[in-house]
Each structure stands twice: as structure tokens, then as C-alpha cells.
């Protein structure tokens, strides 16, 4: 391993998919020793609801589910305990915060996944793909196909994140 491959900033998204931690799994080896993580998680509560008397109140709930998302990884890879991480968890669409924090924490790459849930969807947009054409440094995108399958996915992912 050169010494350019070690000690680096890796930012990597996170939404609980086993596409999502096996980014992580990847972003940790990419890191090398010495380096850092920054695992972005994004959450929000769709704007139809903005007017809405109880809306902070939607908020509130969607940040502490974020705290939940990160909990849970924390706990499950244990990976995570050798090299320096910190959580970002961020209100907004996902592919912006991704890219906001690998600007903020000057990374040399961005690692996501991607849940491939079809082609209507990439019509629309993706996360990966938003990420792709935001991102001034390299990314690795991890498709959900090319994972072993799991019992079930690591925790309940909203289809907004």
C-alpha cells in the first residue's frame, strides 16, 4: 500500500441498506490505516407536510430515527471501532449532503450505495447518481446486487432519506 492510500478521508452516505453498509465495509478499507470516515446519514420530512401544526414535531422524529440508523450501525459493524468515523447526519436530500460533507471535510472520495429500485426511479434520480454528478472527487457506488443477500435489510429504510 503507497502512502497516498493511507491516512485519507473517506465520506461515505449511509441509510441502512445492506448496499449502505457494505459502502461502509468498503469506505473503512479505502481509509486505510490512520484514516477517517465521515458516514453521512440524511433524513427529511416531505415538504406536503410543511403547514402542518405538528410538523417540529415530524422533525423531531425523523432526526432521532437518523440517531437510531447510526446507533444501529455503530452496534452491528464492528469494523467501525478501529478507525476514526463521525456521524454527519444532516436535514435535506441526501445526494447534496453527501457531496456538502465531502467539501466540508476536504475527502479524497465518497463511497455510497445504491438500492438499484429501478429504472423509473433513475428516470427521476437516485442518490448515487445525484452524487455523481455533484461530487468534485471520486466516487464509488456499490449496487445492492453485487451484496450477499441478508435475512432482511439492517433497519427499516424510509423510501426518503
Same mark, same amino acid.
Given at each position: 500500500?503507497?502512502?497516498?492510500?493511507?491516512?485519507?478521508?473517506?465520506?461515505? /452516505?449511509?441509510? @441502512?441498506? $445492506?448496499?449502505?453498509? !457494505? %459502502?461502509?465495509?468498503?469506505?473503512? &478499507?479505502?481509509?486505510?490505516? #490512520?484514516? *477517517?470516515?465521515?458516514?453521512?446519514?440524511?433524513?427529511?420530512?416531505?415538504?406536503?407536510?410543511?403547514?402542518?401544526?405538528?410538523?417540529?414535531?415530524?422533525?423531531?422524529?425523523?432526526?432521532?430515527?437518523?440517531?437510531?440508523?447510526?446507533?444501529?450501525?455503530?452496534?452491528?459493524?464492528?469494523?467501525?471501532?478501529?478507525?476514526?468515523?463521525?456521524?454527519?447526519?444532516?436535514? /435535506?436530500?441526501? @445526494?447534496? $449532503?453527501?457531496?456538502? !460533507? %465531502?467539501?466540508?471535510?476536504?475527502? &479524497?472520495?465518497?463511497?455510497? #450505495?445504491? *438500492?438499484?429500485?429501478?429504472?423509473?426511479?433513475?428516470?427521476?434520480?437516485?442518490?448515487?447518481?445525484?452524487?455523481?454528478?455533484?461530487?468534485?472527487?471520486?466516487?464509488?457506488?456499490?449496487?445492492?446486487?453485487?451484496?450477499?443477500?441478508?435475512?432482511?435489510?439492517?433497519?427499516?429504510?424510509?423510501?426518503?432519506?
Amino acid at each position: 500500500m503507497t502512502s497516498e492510500t493511507t491516512s485519507r478521508t473517506i465520506v461515505v /452516505g449511509y441509510d @441502512g441498506s $445492506a448496499a449502505a453498509h !457494505a %459502502a461502509v465495509e468498503h469506505a473503512i &478499507d479505502r481509509a486505510g490505516a #490512520g484514516g *477517517r470516515l465521515v458516514i453521512v446519514h440524511a433524513y427529511s420530512v416531505p415538504v406536503d407536510y410543511a403547514g402542518a401544526s405538528y410538523y417540529a414535531e415530524l422533525q423531531t422524529d425523523a432526526a432521532g430515527f437518523a440517531e437510531s440508523v447510526m446507533d444501529r450501525l455503530e452496534r452491528d459493524c464492528e469494523r467501525l471501532a478501529t478507525i476514526e468515523h463521525e456521524r454527519d447526519l444532516a436535514a /435535506g436530500p441526501a @445526494g447534496a $449532503a453527501i457531496v456538502r !460533507a %465531502a467539501e466540508y471535510y476536504d475527502a &479524497d472520495e465518497i463511497v455510497v #450505495g445504491s *438500492r438499484g429500485t429501478g429504472r423509473v426511479r433513475a428516470l427521476l434520480g437516485s442518490v448515487a447518481h445525484d452524487v455523481i454528478h455533484r461530487a468534485h472527487v471520486p466516487v464509488t457506488v456499490i449496487p445492492e446486487r453485487s451484496v450477499a443477500p441478508q435475512d432482511g435489510p439492517l433497519v427499516a429504510v424510509p423510501d426518503v432519506v
